[in-house]
């Protein structure tokens, strides 16, 4: 067995890695999020490169350290416990919002531009259509690098430039007014827009997919294996920042022509079709195809994995199948259904997977790992848990005393806090216990 890559390879392994992430809430929210936040775009847009760049480097480095995925990470928790907060981030990220969101985001940005009266009939045949063709690329993990490495995400990266030096060369506005919550707590708002990409997450389960796909080119050394796995996610978080920056200021200067637009899929569109006219929104539905499709692929492909490892006996490409068909009803849905049910959601879970890594990461120096990981974890979900509640629309005013609470982001002290007590206050007895002695 080799442990090296060539250069040609680590490049397609990193380009990979950059498309599963690039998908529907990496186009969707930075250009509404760009439009909001207008003159204060630079605050905002870093606050969003937190969550959505710098995270996710940060747990791809985690899943790398682990030798795993989400499992492995959260091994001293009680496996059921291990096991339910698995599932609950693939279930998020899998049929009930993110491979969806990506189906839906191609149709509405990709396709129902194109059509005389778009209605359910051609979401239904759309659905059918992009979730065969993500079944088909699925099917074999040892023909993703060739096929998104090498082909499909070079197009795409070709097409994003094309838009993004258009935009920064001919932007078609000053940037605009801050509006709403962007006005005084641009950072903050720009961090919490960047769950919206559910990338961390994403990372969770991208990460052992990558470490897979290594292994099927005949790297079966750890540290090799760690090596290119950090080196792909590094290719991956620059393309990311590239973009976003790209669509952060996109969404700034386009309050000339989206004023009263509400929704980010509308902001790009309008705004490549005054760039290009009909040409741009051809452009702008291959970028978002490509993008979309590779997502739906690398999510559909990690949750095929992460259940054939739960349960070994199962069959990954029926399981490839029937995610499949789930997905494709539930895209049926609706965007803004999908996107609102979503929410809530990742306020709750976000806190918990931030609170894996950092546990991950600090393994090293946490004696008692069984009593912190379950303490970290348990102040973790009960902090996100009353953020949830409060992004979900109930009355939660008892707990406005807890600080950063009204910004959405209680968790972070109390989880801060825990981590610091994992470490410093939970230490195993230093005295050594006698060896018997051999007859």
């Known amino acids: 067995m080799k442990n090296r890559l060539s250069g040609f390879d680590i490049l397609a392994l990193g380009f990979m ?28 847009t870093l606050g969003f490169l937190v969550t959505a760049v710098g995270l996710p480097l940060i747990s791809l480095i985690a899943v790398a350290k682990a030798g795993g995925g989400i499992i492995e990470m959260a091994k001293y928790l009680p496996s059921k416990a ?6 609950a981030v693939f279930i998020v990220i899998g049929p009930s919002f993110a491979t969806p969101r990506a189906a839906l985001v191609a149709y509405e940005i990709g396709i129902s531009p194109f059509l005389a009266t778009p209605d359910a009939t051609s979401l239904a045949i759309f659905s059918i259509v992009f979730f065969l063709i993500t079944g088909y690329l699925s099917l074999s993990t040892g023909k993703l690098l060739d096929m998104i490495g ?8 070709i097409l994003l430039i094309i838009l993004s030096v258009a935009v920064f060369t001919t932007p078609l506005a000053e940037l605009g007014s801050a509006t709403q919550e962007y006005i005084h707590n641009p950072f903050m708002k720009g961090f919490l827009e960047g769950y919206n990409t559910m990338d961390t997450l994403g990372a969770l389960v991208f990460g052992i997919l990558i470490i897979n796909v290594i292994k099927s080119k005949g790297v079966d050394d750890k540290k090799a294996q760690y090596k290119y796995l950090i080196m792909a996610g590094s ?19 386009s309050q000339g022509i989206a004023g009263n637009v509400s929704n980010g899929g509308e902001i790009i569109a309008l705004y490549v079709q005054a760039l290009f006219n009909t040409k741009g929104l051809i452009l702008l539905a291959l970028v978002v195809g490509l993008a979309c499709l590779t997502t739906a692929v690398g999510l559909i492909s990690a949750m095929a994995e992460f259940l054939v490892t739960l349960k070994p006996n199962w069959n990954r490409s029926r399981l490839v199948i029937i995610n499949c068909a789930l997905c494709a009803l539930v895209t049926n849905v609706g965007l803004s259904q999908l996107i609102s049910l979503s929410v809530p959601v990742l306020f709750i879970i976000y806190p918990v997977a931030i609170a894996l890594v950092a546990l991950t990461l600090l393994s090293g120096f946490i004696s008692k790992k069984q009593l912190s990981y379950r303490f970290v974890i348990s102040i973790a979900l009960f902090f996100g848990l009353l953020d949830g509640l409060k992004v979900a629309g109930v009355n939660m005013h008892n707990f406005d005393f807890l600080p950063l609470f009204e910004k959405g982001m209680a968790w972070f002290l109390p989880t801060f806090a825990a981590l610091i007590i994992a470490v410093f206050v939970f230490k195993e007895s230093t005295e050594k216990v006698s060896q018997p002695v051999e007859s």
């Open 17 to 44: 890695n950059f498309a599963f992430f690039l998908g529907a809430g990496n186009i969707i929210f930075p250009p509404l999020a760009g439009a909001m936040a207008g003159e204060n775009l630079t605050p905002a």
């Open 235 to 253: 290719i991956a978080a620059f393309g990311l920042a590239f973009v976003y920056l790209s669509l952060f200021y996109l969404g700034g200067t």
């Open 150 to 157: 090498k082909v499909i995400t070079p197009l795409l990266i």
């Open 82 to 87: 291990a096991t339910l907060l698995a599932l």
